[in-house]
């Protein structure tokens, strides 16, 4: 079985084309971040950059709602693509072929409380 799924942070706005059978193509990169305590009680953390490609109408909706530190749960299969660059030198890559998306939270970092007001809050019959 070939699937993955991940939970994280888009690391930057998507990117929406059109391929040459117009279709749509939505591609983007998601954070995931592995924090533990080491041997020595010191915090440590590790990042990872997943790239993802959407195609057809979710690439669409990505494209209108995913924003740089949106976080997103995907799912969908694991792929590796290889070319040539313009210097004859083999690349690869590999990336999640997104089948399902779901955004969560609302990507804006967590907002501090605010102090109270300095106000009674006697007649307040709650």
């Given at each position: 079985?070939?699937?993955?799924?991940?939970?994280?942070?888009?690391?930057?706005?998507?990117?929406?084309?059109?391929?040459?059978?117009?279709?749509?193509?939505?591609?983007?990169?998601?954070?995931?971040?592995?924090?533990?305590?080491d041997r020595a009680g010191q915090?440590?953390?590790?990042?990872?950059?997943?790239?993802?490609?959407?195609?057809?109408?979710?690439?669409?909706?990505?494209?209108?709602h995913l924003v740089k530190g949106?976080?997103?749960?995907?799912?969908?299969?694991?792929?590796?693509?290889?070319?040539?660059?313009?210097d004859g030198n083999k690349k690869?890559?590999?990336?999640?072929?997104?089948?399902?998306?779901?955004?969560?939270?609302?990507?804006?970092?967590?907002?501090?409380?605010?102090?109270?007001?300095?106000?009674?809050?006697?007649?307040?019959?709650?």
């Amino acid at each position: 079985m070939n699937r993955a799924t991940i939970i994280g942070r888009l690391g930057r706005d998507p990117e929406v084309k059109g391929t040459q059978g117009g279709q749509t193509v939505c591609n983007f990169s998601v954070a995931t971040t592995e924090r533990w305590m080491d041997r020595a009680g010191q915090r440590q953390e590790a990042t990872e950059w997943h790239r993802c490609v959407v195609f057809g109408k979710l690439a669409e909706i990505c494209g209108r709602h995913l924003v740089k530190g949106k976080q997103v749960a995907v799912t969908g299969r694991l792929q590796t693509r290889e070319w040539e660059d313009k210097d004859g030198n083999k690349k690869s890559t590999t990336e999640i072929v997104v089948r399902d998306m779901e955004m969560l939270g609302d990507g804006r970092p967590p907002v501090e409380p605010r102090a109270a007001d300095s106000g009674s809050n006697d007649d307040i019959p709650f």
